[in-house]
């Protein structure tokens, strides 16, 4: 398996090797790896190259460290397409995943000058704030606080929050949510989010912000998310 003839470094052979066990299914997620000196032993290379093999595997999200115990395999990561609007209840149910909501604020307060812009409303008009943390099978997958005019998006509850903001205003007030923007940005968990996030501080997260419209150009929500980078990827189609 090892071909330390090959112009390919070892550790990238290693890695491979280790990542086809994963993609097999022969490694599962939650399981223990050997440790570093018995994969050295086994392959007579160095601690240094089994460990440098498994440093780039858990920045890749394959596996993490636990202090002392060993190394472990990750769970797979999510990869949402980039292409499409979608709601997190739609993108769970997408996967078989049952899609949930922890609230953790329900407000509505004066909207300030900068989200009076981004809502194309008028200083001081009411904007509902709801943060909540997204499930997946119950598992934490992001922190999502959304602001949305309340006369545009009228009437919403705690229960309706608690299912899905899209369904709400697509089928019961009949807009359409048209197109929006997105950026994402790598940031690091802060320790209010990692516990909310259930990783530890200092995790590597991704920050989304997302501004939604309708067809006419009216903004419908402006959302900022933080993911987990460990459960989370995106991918997106090029076409030249
Ligand atoms: C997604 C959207 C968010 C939207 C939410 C609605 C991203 C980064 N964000 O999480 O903008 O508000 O879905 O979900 O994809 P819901 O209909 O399940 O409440």
């Not at 007579?44 to 440093?55: H, K, L, P």
């Not at 209840?89 to 953790?104: F, V």
């Not at 899905?164 to 807009?175: G, Q, V």
């Amino acid at each position: 398996m090892i071909n330390k003839n090959s112009p390919i470094p070892i550790y990238y052979q290693l890695e491979e090797h280790i990542k086809m066990l994963i993609e097999k299914g022969e490694l599962k997620p939650g399981d223990a790896l050997p440790p570093e000196r018995e994969y050295a032993e086994k392959y007579q290379i160095s601690r240094m190259t089994v460990r440098q093999a498994f440093t780039h595997l858990v920045t890749e999200g394959y596996l993490y460290r636990l202090q002392g115990k060993g190394t472990y395999v990750a769970e797979r990561k999510i990869e949402q397409l980039l292409q499409g609007l979608t709601s997190f209840t739609e993108d769970m149910k997408a996967r078989g995943l049952e899609p949930g909501s922890q609230l953790i604020r329900f407000e509505i307060h004066p909207a300030s000058a900068q989200m009076a812009e981004q809502l194309a409303i008028s200083q001081s008009d009411p904007v509902y704030e709801i943060e909540r943390i997204r499930l997946a099978d119950g598992v934490p997958m992001a922190l999502e606080t959304t602001y949305l005019s309340a006369n545009l998006i009228s009437g919403l509850t705690e229960e309706i929050v608690n299912q899905s903001i899209y369904a709400y205003i697509e089928n019961t007030l009949k807009l359409q949510i048209d197109h929006a923007s997105q950026i994402i940005e790598s940031s690091i968990a802060g320790q209010a989010e990692a516990k909310l996030l259930k990783v530890s501080k200092g995790a590597p997260v991704m920050h989304i912000q997302r501004n939604s419209f309708m067809n006419d150009g009216t903004p419908v929500e402006l959302v900022k998310s933080i993911y987990r980078a460990d459960r989370y990827k995106f991918m997106i189609q090029m076409k030249r």
